[in-house]
């Protein structure tokens, strides 16, 4: 097992699980927060989920830049430091009474800015602590661990936030930070020796994107995914109130179609390494992309007697989750492993920077739809598009790629 074999990514993986559990509890906390303690109206609720993906857009691609710079076992535990520092102010100020709403966006900012550097730095940093040939078994583990905690996380601070009230629930992600830095701090790595001299952030910047758009394996699956995240935002944005207000399903019932969904998720974590090794990496990738496609496509088609919505749905949740896990191990591995390391910070970046930019435009680009064509019809739109996105690996050498290739010669600024 992958664990037992390489300890110091046991330690890594063992402090972004906590904080990963962590995370998910404030993803419920800090919208109640604002709801529930600050009594948030709409669009304040809009500029609070804006600001924590603000970043990706910002400084997505100058991020890499610094992870290619500095060690990145450093950014890790600066990162993890920094996001409990700013966390653990939320349940600071509602104690004093001082909370406010502009608080909690300079805190979503500011947390967000710095999961942006601890994820590309951690992607970075993987390939040091297991070497590339494990790479597929590493990326499976820590898809396992965003999965579970995705699934188990909204629960437990759901019920946190009933119990202790939402400020308080935030301080456990604070803490979940604290065990994390404190984890990654044990890690042991030689890291390559990293560039020095003046950073000419532009032209560097721009390389990111020039080697992972350069590659003929790296191009057809940046732009896929980058395809399917812009569709596949539609649909997460419009879901539940399609469940509740076409569906007229109960939030009972709408709960169970996201536990279903979580718990296929899980499943298609366990089987994603699996997968990738047997079936090969671009197989894997274009069978989960499938999957999620056509999970979002029978979505669509929910209708008729209850009994019969509930099948439907059942199986539309569990190709939706099954999916997303089988094309992350293999895209990540892939890129992770053509990437040289002193480039690999930018290219990471620039795939964030792609990926989840493109992600608000989705978001807006659903609600436009919705209002306009109806639900039912956005959400086929959505499930179309990331089924068109994999067009673009149909036609490259990723559809038969059986095994992960050696890493590519690039020039670098």
Not at 18 to 46: D, K, Y
Not at 250 to 276: E, K
Not at 362 to 385: C, E, H, M, N, P
Not at 393 to 412: D, W
Request: with cysteine; hydrophobic share 55%.
């Amino acid at each position: 097992m992958i664990l037992r074999r390489h300890p110091e990514f046991l330690k890594l993986w063992s402090g972004q699980a906590i904080s990963a559990f962590g995370s998910r509890i404030t993803a419920v906390a800090m919208p109640l927060a604002a709801v529930i303690v600050l009594h948030a109206t709409p669009v304040q609720m809009g500029v609070l989920a804006a600001l924590t993906v603000l970043p990706h857009l910002l400084f997505g691609l100058p991020a890499g830049v610094w992870v290619d710079r500095l060690p990145r076992r450093t950014i890790l535990v600066v990162a993890d430091l920094g996001r409990a520092s700013v966390l653990g102010a939320v349940p600071a100020l509602a104690l004093l009474g001082a909370l406010r709403i502009e608080d909690l966006y300079v805190v979503a900012f500011a947390a967000g800015l710095m999961t942006l550097f601890f994820d590309t730095a951690a992607t970075s940093l993987v390939p040091a602590l297991v070497g590339r040939e494990n790479l597929i078994r590493a990326n499976g583990a820590w898809v396992l661990n965003n999965t579970v905690a995705g699934t188990v996380g909204p629960s437990v601070g759901g019920w946190l936030v009933q119990v202790l009230t939402a400020p308080v629930a935030i301080a456990f992600d604070a803490a979940s930070f604290l065990l994390s830095a404190g984890c990654t701090l044990l890690v042991r790595v030689e890291e390559a020796p990293r560039r020095v001299g003046r950073v000419r952030l532009w032209p560097e910047t721009v390389e990111g994107l020039r080697v992972l758009l350069g590659s003929p394996i790296l191009r057809p699956i940046t732009v896929a995914a980058t395809g399917g995240a812009l569709a596949g935002a539609m649909y997460t944005s419009l879901l539940v109130l399609f469940l509740v207000r076409d569906l007229g399903l109960t939030p009972a019932l709408v709960g169970l179609a996201f536990a279903v969904g979580g718990g296929a998720s899980v499943v298609g974590a366990l089987a994603a390494r699996a997968g990738s090794e047997r079936l090969g990496p671009g197989p894997a990738f274009v069978t989960g992309s499938l999957l999620l496609g056509l999970g979002v496509l029978v979505v669509a088609t929910a209708a008729g007697p209850p009994a019969a919505v509930l099948v439907i749905l059942v199986l539309a949740m569990v190709l939706a989750g099954v999916g997303p896990p089988l094309f992350s191990v293999p895209q990540t591995s892939l890129r992770q492993s053509l990437t040289p390391d002193h480039v690999l910070g930018r290219v990471n970046a620039a795939w964030r920077f792609l990926v989840f930019g493109v992600q608000p435009m989705g978001a807006l680009l659903g609600g436009a739809l919705g209002a306009t064509i109806g639900l039912r019809a956005t959400l086929v739109v959505s499930g179309l598009g990331i089924l068109a996105a994999c067009l673009w690996v149909f036609r490259s050498p990723v559809r038969t790629l059986r095994e992960i290739p050696q890493p590519e010669r690039v020039n670098v600024v």
